[in-house]
Nanobody, 123 residues
Framework: QVQLVESGGGLVQAGGSLRLSCAAS????????MGWFRQPPGKEREFVAA????????KCADSVKGRFTISRDNAKNTVYLQMNSLKPEDTAVYYC????????????????WGQGTQVTVSS
């Protein structure tokens, strides 16, 4: 049974930082591209960032470029999202997901999803 478990969310002031983690089990982690998505309140889910199975190539949404960094540790079966210079518009539930495809940005291309972690940025 595949499980993706996010952690690290919380309440932070604008300009602050958070690091999200997603621990994976039940799959060969190093075979999968990993991505982060978010769903702001009242809005649709959107792509945030993704990394290839080996971590050598990453992709980020324009809205977070220069502020967010995705990374992974295949020895720990964990993917991270370092979020700096947070803004109130970053408030959302953040989800990690696993895909056998290469760096997909569409949620439908992901095979497994976590339950999400809430990030709230106050102004």
């Amino acid at each position: 049974q595949v499980q993706l478990v996010e952690s690290g969310g919380g309440l932070v002031q604008a300009g602050g930082s958070l690091r999200l983690s997603c621990a994976a089990s039940g799959l060969t982690f190093s075979n999968y591209c990993m991505g982060w998505f978010r769903q702001p309140p009242g809005k649709e889910r959107e792509f945030v960032a993704a990394t290839t199975s080996g971590g050598g190539i990453t992709k980020c949404a324009d809205s977070v470029k220069g502020r967010f960094t995705i990374s992974r540790d295949n020895a720990k079966n964990t993917v991270y999202l370092q979020m700096n210079s947070l803004k109130p518009e970053d408030t959302a539930v953040y989800y990690c997901a696993a895909s056998i495809s290469i760096l997909p940005t569409k949620g439908g291309r992901y095979d497994y999803w976590g339950q999400g972690t809430q990030v709230t940025v106050s102004s």
